[in-house]
């Protein structure tokens, strides 16, 4: 079950720390959930909650991946 709260032991600043520490322009889910030690699932649901936000943005990369990096607005 989904919990609509984000999850207390990674803030938002957590997640976009790791993906503007990415060496490559954007991150995946799946590079933010290895840096955090969350799921992939409950990753995803963090970024789009973000995305919702404006704090970042994100596209379909491929047609099962999408990629997510910080908006300029937010920095």
């Known amino acids: ?3 609509p709260w984000p999850d207390p032991t990674v803030s938002d600043e957590e997640i976009i720390s790791v993906i503007q520490s ?3 322009p954007f991150s995946t ?3 933010v959930a290895e ?6 699932t409950r990753v ?3 970024l789009e909650r973000l995305v919702g936000s404006g704090r970042i943005q994100s596209a379909n990369a491929t047609s099962n991946m ?3 990096w910080v908006s300029w607005e937010s920095n």
């Open 44 to 46: 995803r649901e963090r």
């Open 29 to 31: 889910a799946e590079d």
């Open 66 to 68: 999408e990629i997510y």
């Open 35 to 40: 840096s955090v030690g969350l799921s992939g």
């Open 1 to 3: 079950m989904s919990r």
């Open 22 to 24: 990415d060496d490559r």
